[in-house]
C-alpha cells in the first residue's frame, strides 16, 4: 500500500513540471529550509553540499545538492528528488508529496 502511495505522489510530482529559481515560492522556500534542517542537514549539511555530520555513516556518497540545475541541465525534476530519496528518509517525512516540494523550492535557491 505505502509503494502504491508512493507512485502515485510520484508521479503527481512528475506531472507538477520542473523548479525555476525565479518562480520558486518565498513561504514554500522558507518552509522548505526548515523542513531540510529537520530531515536532511544531518547528512547533507545546512549547506547542502553533502557534508553533514551524518554523512561519514551513510552506506552511499551523499550528494551535494547545490549541483542539481546543473546535474540536470537548468531544471530540477520533482520527481527525480523523490525517486532518490533513501528508505529512512521518505519514511520521515509525514506529508511527503508537500514537503519535497517545499524542500525543492529551497534547493532551488542554494543552486550554483
Known amino acids: ?11 503527481a510530482m512528475l506531472l507538477a513540471g ?3 529559481a525565479q518562480n520558486v ?12 534542517y529537520t530531515y536532511c542537514a544531518a547528512c547533507h549539511g545546512k549547506d547542502a553540499r553533502g557534508n553533514g ?3 561519514s555513516f551513510s552506506a552511499v556518497a551523499v550528494p551535494d ?3 542539481l ?3 540536470y541541465h537548468g531544471d530540477i525534476p520533482y520527481g527525480e528528488v523523490w525517486r ?3 528508505e529512512e528518509c521518505s519514511e520521515a517525512c509525514p506529508n511527503k508529496a508537500v514537503q519535497v516540494r517545499d524542500i525543492q523550492s529551497f534547493l532551488a ?4
Do not use: C, D, E, Y
Open 109 to 112: 535557491t542554494l543552486q550554483k
Open 53 to 55: 555530520p551524518m554523512a
Open 65 to 67: 545538492l547545490t549541483l
Open 69 to 71: 540545475r546543473r546535474r
Open 18 to 20: 520542473m523548479v525555476h
Open 84 to 86: 532518490s530519496l533513501p
Open 1 to 11: 500500500m505505502q509503494v502504491l502511495a508512493a507512485l502515485i505522489v510520484g508521479a
Open 25 to 36: 515560492s518565498p513561504v514554500a522556500a522558507a518552509t522548505g529550509k526548515q523542513l531540510f
